[in-house]
């Protein structure tokens, strides 16, 4: 089993932007999912209500503005809040590079859910094809002169 999925992006923004973006807590979670945070301290729960996949609790893990982030989420389990065994742990790297800024992501800890191996298999493939659009969506939303928050 597979257990982390790494991707990344350069984006032509400045860091400042992409942070703006990166530290709302669950903004990768879709088009339309954002609970308001612009910011969040760690140990903080925010929850994004997503149209098609409902309730999804983040926990901010820690955040070092402006070039590191991490939070936890339970996407394997619908309305779960992100705990052992039912999480797993998204993070975020930022650097100014070639006049923008590159975004790396780590996704870890499939291996350790409490669940199926085939449930765990879609989980990490799902969350894999998800990455490349939302990162896509974060390059665009960055990218945008005056842009909103990346999950509206």
Do not use: C
């Amino acid at each position: 089993m597979q257990d982390k999925i790494e991707r990344e992006i350069h984006i032509n923004a400045g860091i400042g932007r992409v942070w703006d973006l990166v530290s709302q807590p669950g903004w990768w979670v879709g088009e339309g999912a954002d609970d308001g945070a612009t910011f969040a301290d760690e140990g903080e729960y925010h929850v994004v209500t997503h149209p098609k996949y409902g309730r999804v609790p983040i926990k901010v893990v820690t955040a070092q503005p402006p070039t590191y982030a991490a939070y936890r989420w339970a996407s394997a389990f619908p309305g779960a809040d992100p705990t052992e065994g039912h999480a797993t742990l998204v993070e975020f790297w930022l650097s100014e590079r070639d006049g923008g800024t590159q975004v790396r992501v780590v996704e870890s800890g499939f291996a350790a859910l409490a669940t199926t191996d085939d449930a765990r298999q879609r989980e990490f493939d799902g969350n894999t094809e998800g990455w490349r659009y939302e990162l896509d969506l974060l390059a665009r939303r960055s990218s945008q002169a005056g842009a909103g928050k990346a999950g509206a």
